[in-house]
Structure formats: structure tokens, C-alpha cells
């Protein structure tokens, strides 16, 4: 299964990736993107039709805070793969 979260400490809000992947990614009150699955602690694997989707955006983030893993974040953005 495919992980995925935002680090929102490093987020600048560009608001590339809702555009990239909006199934997966919106944007809180303060503008921060989350990963809409589980309001962003990425326990939840993406659905494969997705999965092209995530890679956009991951490869669209200019500050490389969309993670993905093969396991569990458990909120942690440094369990990246
Ligand atoms: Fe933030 Fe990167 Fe999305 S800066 S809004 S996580 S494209």
C-alpha cells in the first residue's frame, strides 16, 4: 500500500498540489494542505487510481512537503520513504 501526508511545517501554501491531486489534498483555515484521507496523519493508503496523481504532485511541490511511503505515517512526515 501507498502512504501519503503533507509536512505542513514546511508548506508554503503554493496550492499546487489540490490543483495536482484534488482526491487527495485541500487546504486547511490557515491555508496548509492536508491529505484529505485522514485529515492528514496518513494511516490511510491511497486508492491506486490515485497514485499517478500523488507522484504530480509530489514532483509539482516546490518545497517537497508531500511525502509518500510504503508504510504508515502515523503523523510523522520523516517516515518518508
Ligand atoms: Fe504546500 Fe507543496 Fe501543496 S507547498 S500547498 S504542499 S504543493
Redesign the pocket.
Known sequence: AIYTM???D?????????A?APDL?D?NEE???YFIGDNNLGNTPIDEDLIDDLED?ID???????KMSKEAFNGDPSKAD
Open positions: 503533507v509536512n505542513q514546511t508548506c508554503i501554501s503554493c496550492g499546487a498540489c489540490g495536482s489534498f487546504y491555508g496548509l494542505s504532485a509539482g511541490c516546490p518545497t517537497d512537503s508531500i
